[in-house]
């Protein structure tokens, strides 16, 4: 007879096996929470960037370089770094890549200079890439059968999440404590989320579908090209405006930084209730989520200095614009989903590196913005660039929509 303690780790996988079977739901909300935490490292140098500018001695635009750095690395390495993890069994990916965002939140904690906020942040834009080249494509192939577009919205959900708590949460801990206590409260909770993965995310093998070879046939999918520009130039236009939203409202709106808090909420708010509403109608009514979204965003850009006049129409403003990049992030990994069915894993790598290009240079171009003509002008100037991809998913993009295949079904995209 075998001893006991040998048998230990065969009862553990069957009453595992078993916990999961029963709760199938459990890895989705495992990534959901990495999302959270890797949406909310994102965005929280946003919402403190007059902090960190005032506390390193730089100015606000050199402060937003780290954002705009930030995303042109995950824009330049997202490709390359999923090409090298792609043969990687994906339970040992995600916590290598939840490992690596801890230690470099620690680094940003103690950071003693602006140099070494940025090197470490370097090291979670890193992980970041790797992270959003995986995350939809994966929460689609391991949700329960048939309910494959909830668990994309449970996943973008996730980051809704980060703006309602992670971002004004962040923004709170670095008023109260120094902007170093919240990056450190972000390593504690990815090292719980690096546990929960440990204990409850399956074995998910790679297909090794991540190729070189896919690029040449991806760049010949005319409507996934048009997905392509239209994110650049959109998401250019919309982070010009949002990265500088902080200083925006304390500046222009002359809001309290509570009520900033409050507002930055409101636009997480309204994404957990724009996931809902993505989840439900989506399928029936894509062109009317396309409609609203070029539209929503160029009409929030355009009237963020007519709208900061008082508190009641900055609070429409932001419901307006929130819903509209909630529905933008949920309906273009869909759409990018549904018309690269060969090759998702690089088609999403490419998307990832595309919008943060745009997020860099949305970032960069406010910056400049803010230095030369002033703050203030940062809706007019994203508002004109997203002005631009409006005229052009008007083009190029619905008419195509119109004859092209039925909208994103959750039931055939699975791999």
């Keep these: 007879m075998r001893p006991v303690s040998g048998d230990l780790p065969c009862i553990y996988g ?25 949406n909310t490292s994102e965005f929280v140098p946003i919402g403190l960037l007059s902090d960190i500018a005032a506390d390193l001695s730089v100015t606000e635009a050199k402060a937003g370089l780290l954002i705009t750095i930030y995303a042109w690395v995950v824009a330049a390495t997202s490709l390359p770094l999923m090409l090298a993890a792609s043969r990687m069994e ?33 090291g979670v834009a890193c992980s970041h890439a790797v992270f959003w080249s995986i995350a939809t494509p994966l929460a689609v192939r391991i949700a329960p059968e048939g309910h494959k577009s909830t668990a994309l919205s449970i996943i ?44 409850i995310f399956p074995k998910v093998e790679s297909e090794g579908q991540v190729s070189l070879r896919d690029l040449p046939h991806l760049f010949k999918n005319r409507a996934l090209i048009c997905i392509y520009v239209l994110t650049l130039v959109m998401i250019s236009g919309h982070f010009t405006g949002y990265s500088y939203i902080e200083p925006f409202m304390a500046q222009v709106a002359r809001f309290s930084e509570n009520t900033i808090t409050m507002l930055l909420m409101v636009f997480g708010i309204v994404g957990i209730v724009g996931s809902l509403i993505f989840s ?38 932001c419901i307006l614009w929130g819903l509209a990049i909630n529905f933008y992030n949920l309906t273009f ?44 002008e940062i809706g007019i100037v994203g508002g004109a660039l997203s002005l631009a991809a409006m005229i052009f998913c008007l083009a190029m993009i619905l008419p195509g929509r119109k004859n092209d295949l039925t909208a994103y079904n959750p039931t055939d995209s699975g791999r």
């Design 280 to 317: 439900k109608y989506y399928d029936r009514h894509s062109n009317v989520f396309v409609t609203y979204i070029i539209i929503g965003i160029t009409a929030g850009l355009f009237l963020m200095r007519p709208m900061s006049t008082s508190l009641g129409s900055t609070l429409a403003l």
């Design 333 to 376: 990994q869909a759409e990018v989903i549904r018309v690269a069915p060969v090759g998702t894993d690089v088609a999403m790598s490419v998307y990832s590196g595309i919008y943060n290009i745009g997020i860099g240079g949305g970032a960069f171009i406010g910056g400049k913005v803010c230095t030369h003509l002033s703050v203030g």
């Design 14 to 38: 069957k009453v595992r096996n078993a916990f999961m079977k029963k709760n199938s739901w459990l890895p989705v909300i495992a990534l959901t929470f990495a999302a959270f935490i890797f």
């Design 90 to 122: 994906y339970k040992r990916l995600l916590l290598l890549l939840v490992g690596v965002f801890t230690v470099s939140h620690l680094g940003s904690a103690t950071a003693t200079g602006y140099n070494m906020l940025m090197i470490s942040r370097l």
């Design 156 to 199: 973008t959900a996730g980051t809704s999440v980060a703006m309602i708590i992670g971002m004004p949460l962040g923004r709170t801990i670095g008023l109260l404590l120094g902007w170093r206590a919240t990056f450190m409260c972000i390593a504690a909770l990815a090292l719980a989320v690096f546990t929960i993965i440990a204990i």
